[in-house]
């Protein structure tokens, strides 16, 4: 299976003034710990970073000595340009892929497995977490005008995977009609193509703010 971390993420949320993938997580930069779980899995195959230029010299040395071939790839302005260029440097012979946030640096190796397992199946798969919060919907002026059903709303995350040539169609729909979308199911979603499920657990969270960051911390302490 081929794998595209998605690294050019930014410090802005988590206050601090570089990429945030590289402010160290118990000792260690956020990246190297996604990396280290990209390189347990046994489906991973090949994994292409995609990254910013500012941080090219930074995330190199994370990759020297890798268990397995991994490829810098310069991403663009956004994350969907980002993913759009990953899909372009795949290796010729790559027929599925998945896509993962290094911000979510507690990814188990079997959930890039169990994703393999469900892509390689037939499926197009996102990990997720069913939402226990209950979820109002706001209009412009912050009054609640809808209380969605809870036991149908689940929180999208990554791993998410495809068959290559089904992503890179929905990549040029999106270029071709100007969408602009936060993850790569939303493509499948706005075709009508279908995308499952796959409970990720309550560990598979996203490092975005210092206090994202403590639960990290802690969390990995377990371990």
Partial sequence: MHLL?????????????RNKLLLKLRGRPLLAWTLESAFAAEAIGWIGVVGQHVDHSEISALLQGAPKPVAWIEGGRTRQESVERGLEALPSDAEHVLIHDGARCLVEPSLFNHCTEVVRGGDAVIAATPVTDTIKRVDEGGMITETPERAQLWAAQTPQGFAVAALREGHAQARAHGWSVTDDASLFERLGWPVRVLDAGPANIKVTTPFDLTVAEAVLAQR
């Avoid at 971390?5 to 003034?17: C, T």
């Fill in 5 to 17: 971390i998605v690294a050019a993420g930014s410090g802005r949320r988590m206050g601090a003034d």
